[in-house]
């Protein structure tokens, strides 16, 4: 994802504005990240920052929100099924993500300084935030 600064710039902006006529064309039907990049004629990276830039834009002025599926790729606007099975979805994979960092990093860590009250706190922490996303995932 570009930084920050990349997605408030000017270029950013126009990018987004451009990102999303092309996705209002398209409607209701989405477009793979290929497709988008050629009927916007930007580069991929331009279309990568349009796109944050957008997410951003779109919820700071309450437009419909911009979803991505294997299916139809990037579309606005979805229905209340295909924004339930995108946040599922996000949830999901970042849930995978926790449990990868705290297998993979986190637990060797607590298993070599066990009494380190950082690893402590982290541990209960990262097992919270574990708990909170599988139960979203879940529900």
């Known amino acids: 994802m570009p930084r920050a600064s990349r997605r408030k710039g000017d270029a950013a902006r126009r990018h987004a504005d451009t990102v999303r006529f092309v996705l209002f064309e398209a409607r209701p039907a989405g477009l793979e990240f290929h497709q988008l990049v050629r009927a916007?004629?930007?580069?991929?990276h331009q279309v990568r920052s349009g796109l944050a830039a957008l997410k951003d834009e779109a919820a700071s002025k309450g437009w419909p929100p911009l979803i991505w599926n294997r299916v139809d790729g990037?579309?606005?606007g979805a229905e209340r099924a295909a924004?339930?099975?995108?946040e599922r979805q996000v949830v999901s994979e970042k849930l995978t993500q926790f449990r990868r960092f705290i297998t993979g990093t986190v637990a060797p860590h607590a298993a070599a300084h066990p009494n380190d009250?950082?690893?402590?706190h982290i541990v209960a922490q990262l097992n919270s935030i574990e708990s909170t996303l599988d139960l979203i995932a879940s529900a």
């Open 40 to 44: 916007s004629a930007l580069s991929p």
């Open 74 to 76: 990037y579309h606005l």
């Open 83 to 86: 924004l339930e099975a995108y």
């Open 117 to 120: 009250k950082w690893v402590r």
